[in-house]
């Protein structure tokens, strides 16, 4: 058994992991912003009661210096999935940018204080490996973002900047420490919690709950976060991994071919606007920005990678079946409900 700190630990990702190490016999020390959100922290509370002794629950803001100290004390690896999913911003160097890079110097500050952990796995994402303005390319974990466009691509600036500090960090101190970047497209499955629903499994929600009069003109790149939970795990004890970037990612589907898998079991959209109704939205709400409207509509690049086979052992999951999970939680919760 090992002792395993896992950051960011109220998310969607990190719950997954937590579960995975716990079946495996580790103890976790987790760590959330804050211990007085009950609602982020109730699926962390059963498993604490399930898991007894297995599972301590730390306090730890990574915008402040030090602040994880605790939870990593006397630990032998850390699994770093903390990070603000935002992809834009009034002001996104300050507020996408500046909070990812330092909130992982922070961490890997912390780390070098802790002689205890020998590797660290971070929540990378496919946003440090693909460039909005290099389309009709196929990506590998050779390529890095090299977006710097701020208004366009904030979150990758700052994934990618995140993950270059792991790099060289990892090299300054090749003597103690080894680490492993997972690099995920859009992660979905089943959700632990309510607040899962916010992020990434956000527009299965709106399509079973038929918030969309019809599907926006979007498309992704998914993965089962059963599998990204694998990978962080399995990733610990790899020696085949360490030092390697590894994407994950299953293909690349539509709203709307989403929508037509949900339809399987639920009732939703089955048609698709047109691209001026999406720039209109986007241009109107100030969550999104006009550019990354554009360039997510018209995406024209996929993604190759045997790592997570070659290197973990893991076949990736169909995502149609992440898909109807994913749904198939959130109505039995009763945090959706679908159209009859």
């Not at 101190?173 to 979905?188: G, L, T």
């Not at 920005?289 to 554009?294: C, E, I, K, N, V």
Request: proline content about 4%; charged content about 25%; glycine content about 6%.
């Amino acid at each position: 058994m090992s002792r395993i700190c896992v950051t960011g630990a109220a998310g969607f990702i990190a719950g997954h992991v937590i579960v995975d190490l716990l079946d495996d016999g580790h103890a976790v020390h987790a760590t959330v912003r804050n211990l007085g959100d009950d609602a982020k922290r109730a699926h962390l509370d059963v498993l604490k009661e399930q898991y007894s002794g297995k599972l301590t629950l730390f306090e730890a803001d990574l915008l402040e210096p030090g602040s994880l100290d605790a939870a990593l004390e006397g630990c032998d690896a850390l699994i770093h999935t903390a990070a603000a999913v935002l992809l834009t911003a009034s002001d996104p160097q300050k507020q996408i940018i500046d909070v990812a890079v330092k909130g992982t110097q922070n961490v890997l500050d912390s780390v070098a204080g802790t002689p205890s952990v020998k590797r660290i796995v971070m929540t990378s994402s496919i946003a440090a490996v693909m460039s909005y303005d290099q389309q009709d390319k196929t990506y590998t974990e050779d390529d890095w973002c090299t977006s710097d466009n701020i208004w366009l691509n904030p979150y990758g600036m700052g994934k990618t900047q995140s993950e270059r500090l792991l790099w060289a960090f990892a090299d300054n101190h090749a003597d103690r420490v080894q680490a492993v970047a997972i690099n995920p497209s859009v992660v979905i499955g089943r959700p632990l919690a309510k607040h899962h629903m916010r992020s990434s499994l956000s527009f299965i929600r709106n399509l079973v709950g038929w918030s969309y009069p019809a599907c926006p003109p979007l498309r992704f790149d998914l993965v089962d976060v059963g599998d990204v939970s694998k990978g962080h795990v399995r990733a610990l004890t790899s020696d085949r991994a360490a030092g390697h970037r590894i994407i994950f990612s299953d293909r690349q589907m539509s709203i709307l071919e989403i929508s037509k898998v949900l339809s399987r079991k639920y009732k939703t959209p089955m048609r698709e606007l047109p691209k001026l109704m999406l720039y209109i939205a986007a241009w109107l709400d100030k969550r999104y920005s006009l550019r990354q409207a554009r360039a997510s509509a018209n995406l024209r690049y996929e993604f190759r990678s045997d790592r997570p086979t070659e290197l973990l052992g893991i076949n990736l999951r169909n995502v149609e079946e992440s898909i109807l999970e994913a749904a198939e939680t959130m109505v039995e919760k009763g945090w959706v409900k679908p159209r009859s």
